[in-house]
């Protein structure tokens, strides 16, 4: 006689059980997001800052109507919008982290990924997390408002459209559904609509296989088709017909530089894996653990894969962090990355001799940091389309006190890649200084419409209406002292340092600190007649004062190489030959005389360790110096 009583299942102890999956969940989950806070909120810091400089996001009519007049105009709105809050980049990031989160919970709906495969629902958040992390000096040529959190914006209306597709409703709501879908939401999220009917389309086919399916499947293909070609036919009369079915992507930007498109394809192809795998794979009621074990692998991989291919070059991180210094005017943070960067761009080495400026020590220590013209890390063909000049023209003339060349240079940028709060800022204080108080107002009167440079906008009306208190403002006085002499845009200025230097090479007469930035100048282009030509007037303007260390170095060097017997002794007046300078230099002749004047790696290595601070090494090593 059989035993009624039935056995009881024994659990397969391959599978990983209830507990330890809510544990591995939760885990991953919290190092997903500590991982974002990490990369944005820390090593991203300063990037963010300086994205919402470079943005601008208005309560304004106008403002509004500007983005509507292509498809997808909600997408850089709130891409706008919410770029503005960077300007404290710690709650930058928390939207990230909000925003990210949103997009994961979403994706685990939409696609139905039960506790078992949980950890796939961050691939579509990692790769637009690393959307925004690989971003390199192209930031400064971008078209495309708002992009830090648009393409994000676009990727959870997709992934939420079609979690509303997937409740049960008859098959003509089907129809509707996909009619307002792509009819209505096109203007609205531009691709991303084209995106969520797309993905209804795999649905059907892999749902129900039967004949409404395939006829809701021809039936939204041919919305995706037509709707935009419609709407560019009829109303978008200014996009090109080439850009209709990408309208709301960053489709002006990376051009030659394709890599940058790499996570936001991998992001959409990600939603149809993830919509494949729901109907293979995420059905199964347990895991192994060495499927398990595969989950947490590839789960790893992306977060790995997020760093690797982060954008990491020094040179970048140091500017963003430097221009947001100067952003608060806070010289010494300039000064210690400039020490930091071995081998830094032109943009970084003016940013330091501006600093230097400001600090009063440029003729003392400009020498005494890495100098060279190491070009921007980007590719070959980007290198084209992007130039110290576009990056640092603005604010590099405004404070050398070549005014209209500053203004010049923010209008042609503003007017190439859109209205930006850094451009209207420094636009309204030249206006300023050129006692144009009607325009400066217009400028500041937009910057009054945002939300965090209200203050600083009504700070500069009232030296408009209060002159005297522009007066005490210690930028005021660093500028107002470089603008002894008539600013008229005659010059050629396409290249900033290459401007300022000839410029002030050859400045004829001036005020004390533009004879300092003459001397930098000559200096700089190792001009040995005008240096002469200067030296006594500038040593007669500095008799307050001991004369800057590395005018002392360039007097004994041309004195030296000049052989004039006269020159040397007048030098001696200021140059002891018992101090140590000219100590220093005696070993510095004793060196040169030792490898008889020649030149290679090693040699120059050996006078880079004991010299490379001096004026001498300068003068003799750096060469080759590129100044676009």
């Not at 919290?30 to 944005?40: E, N, S, T």
């Not at 989950?295 to 963003?320: E, K, W």
């Not at 940091?369 to 590719?379: E, F, K, R």
């Not at 405004?398 to 451009?423: C, Q, T």
Request: charged share 20%.
């Amino acid at each position: 006689m059989k035993d009624k009583k039935q056995s009881k299942k024994k659990p397969n102890t391959k599978d990983v059980t209830s507990k330890t999956l809510l544990v591995v969940n939760r885990s991953g989950l919290v190092i997903f997001l500590l991982f974002v806070c990490l990369m944005l909120g820390i090593y991203k810091y300063d990037f963010l800052f300086r994205m919402q400089g470079m943005s601008l996001f208005l309560f304004d009519q106008a403002f509004f109507s500007h983005f509507f007049e292509q498809p997808g105009a909600l997408l850089p709105c709130i891409g706008t919008f919410l770029t503005q809050f960077c300007y404290y980049p710690w709650l930058g990031a928390l939207l990230f982290v909000v925003l990210l989160y949103l997009l994961q919970w979403s994706v685990c709906k939409a696609f139905k990924i039960n506790n078992r495969f949980y950890l796939y629902s961050f691939i579509p958040s990692a790769l637009l997390l690393l959307f925004i992390t690989q971003m390199d000096y192209m930031i400064y040529i971008m078209k495309t408002p708002g992009i830090l959190y648009s393409q994000l914006a676009g990727c959870i209306f997709t992934v939420g459209i079609f979690c509303l597709y997937r409740i049960k409703i008859p098959v003509w709501g089907r129809f509707v559904f996909l009619f307002v879908c792509v009819a209505g939401l096109y203007p609205l999220i531009g691709f991303y609509a084209l995106l969520a009917a797309l993905l209804a389309v795999c649905y059907e086919l892999l749902e129900n296989r039967n004949l409404w399916a395939y006829i809701l499947a021809v039936y939204a293909i041919a919305l995706i088709l037509c709707i935009p070609w419609i709407y560019s036919s009829f109303l978008y009369l200014r996009i090109k017909i080439s850009y209709i079915y990408i309208a709301g992507l960053p489709y002006l930007d990376f051009v030659g530089n394709n890599t940058m498109w790499y996570p936001l394809v991998l992001t959409f192809i990600s939603f149809f894996l993830l919509l494949s795998l729901s109907y293979f794979s995420f059905k199964k009621e347990s895991v192994s653990k060495k499927s398990m074990a595969g989950i947490l692998t590839v789960y790893l991989l992306i977060l790995c894969g997020v760093c690797f291919f982060t954008y990491r070059d020094a040179n970048f991180h140091s500017l963003m962090k430097i221009e947001h210094a100067i952003e608060h005017e806070d010289w010494n943070t300039v000064l210690q990355e400039a020490k930091k960067a071995e081998y830094p761009t032109r943009s970084l080495v003016m940013y330091r001799n501006l600093a230097l400026y400001r600090e009063g020590k440029l003729c003392d220590e400009m020498f005494t940091y890495p100098d060279g013209s190491t070009p921007l890390a980007v590719s070959d063909t980007v290198a084209k389309f992007i130039s110290a000049t576009q990056i640092s023209a603005p604010t590099v003339f405004f404070n050398f006190g070549r005014l209209n060349y500053a203004y010049r240079w923010s209008m042609e940028l503003m007017v190439k890649n859109g209205a930006r709060v850094d451009y209207l800022k420094l636009m309204a204080k030249v206006a300023l200084y050129n006692h144009e108080y009607d325009l400066s107002r217009k400028y500041l009167h937009t910057l009054g419409k945002t939300l965090f440079y209200k203050d600083w906008a009504r700070k500069y009306e009232s030296y408009i209406d209060d002159p005297e208190l522009f007066k005490n403002d210690p930028e005021y006085k660093s500028i107002y002292a470089l603008l002894q002499y008539p600013d008229a845009l005659l010059e050629e200025n396409a290249i900033v340092e290459s401007s300022l230097l000839n410029h002030y090479v050859h400045l004829q007469s001036g005020t004390k600190p533009m004879l300092e930035l003459s001397m930098f100048a000559i200096l700089t282009t190792k001009n040995i007649d005008v240096f002469w030509q200067k030296f006594s007037v500038y040593v007669a303007q500095n008799k307050d004062r001991a004369l800057p260390l590395h005018v002392q170095e360039a007097a004994i060097l041309f004195a030296t190489l000049g052989g004039k017997e006269e020159v040397k002794q007048a030098i001696q007046r200021y140059v002891s030959s018992e101090s140590a300078v000219s100590k220093r230099f005696s070993r510095f002749l004793q060196m040169v005389n030792e490898f008889n004047g020649e030149e290679n790696d090693a040699i120059k290595s050996r006078f880079k360790k004991d010299f490379g601070n001096t004026y001498w090494y300068y003068y003799f090593f750096v060469k080759n110096i590129k100044t676009n």
